[in-house]
């Protein structure tokens, strides 16, 4: 079975419209004027809708492609959001490990890198940036509290919806 595209749906739908109109015209003409008159009324109506979408699907076209546009963006924002929480996250594995010795300070370079590299990325929501920004300043300095406190912000500006922190 064929995909369903925006395209093949308009096409789809106007087909069916036009059907419908050249129907209602040979209807409205064999109740006015006869066979000859249904079949012209018919004809037009149906001309006149084929018409009328060549210039309704160019806007409706333009406009899905806008929509499809704006939809990709906001998916790659989100998408990029969660994974710069899951990398801040595993920089603050890194920051506070949970055996002594348990994480190179090579590891926690890369750790470091990483967070900073997708903090910095321009398709970021600026309150992300913000919170993301305050998060990487507190792990740099160590302070576990502030550290929580600023990734419990983090998780909120990435999930707006859940009204909560992390904990």
């Given at each position: 079975m064929?995909?369903?595209?925006?395209?093949?749906?308009?096409?789809?739908?106007?087909?069916?419209?036009?059907?419908?109109?050249?129907?209602?015209?040979?209807?409205?003409?064999?109740?006015?004027?006869?066979?000859?008159?249904?079949?012209?009324?018919?004809?037009?109506?149906?001309?006149?809708?084929?018409?009328?979408?060549?210039?309704v699907?160019?806007?409706?076209?333009?406009?899905?492609?806008?929509?499809?546009?704006?939809?990709?963006?906001?998916?790659?924002?989100?998408g990029?959001?969660?994974?710069?929480?899951?990398?801040?996250?595993?920089?603050?594995?890194?920051?506070?490990?949970?055996?002594?010795?348990?994480?190179?300070?090579?590891?926690?370079?890369?750790?470091?890198?990483?967070?900073?590299?997708?903090?910095?990325?321009?398709?970021?929501?600026?309150?992300?940036?913000?919170?993301?920004?305050?998060?990487?300043?507190?792990?740099?300095?160590?302070?576990?509290?502030?550290?929580?406190?600023?990734?419990?912000?983090?998780?909120?500006?990435?999930?707006?919806?859940?009204?909560?922190?992390?904990?």
């Open positions: 064929t995909t369903l595209t925006p395209a093949r749906a308009l096409v789809l739908l106007w087909s069916g419209i036009t059907c419908l109109v050249v129907v209602a015209g040979g209807v409205l003409g064999a109740l006015l004027g006869g066979w000859t008159a249904s079949v012209l009324a018919g004809l037009s109506a149906g001309a006149v809708c084929l018409t009328g979408s060549v210039f699907r160019r806007r409706v076209m333009t406009r899905f492609a806008v929509a499809e546009q704006e939809a990709m963006a906001r998916g790659y924002a989100e990029l959001s969660h994974g710069l929480l899951a990398v801040v996250a595993q920089y603050e594995a890194a920051v506070f490990p949970m055996s002594a010795g348990g994480v190179t300070a090579e590891e926690r370079l890369a750790r470091r890198g990483a967070a900073y590299r997708i903090a910095a990325e321009a398709a970021l929501p600026t309150p992300v940036r913000v919170a993301a920004a305050a998060a990487l300043a507190a792990l740099d300095e160590a302070d576990p509290r502030r550290s929580r406190d600023a990734i419990g912000r983090l998780f909120s500006a990435v999930n707006p919806g859940t009204g909560g922190s992390a904990e």
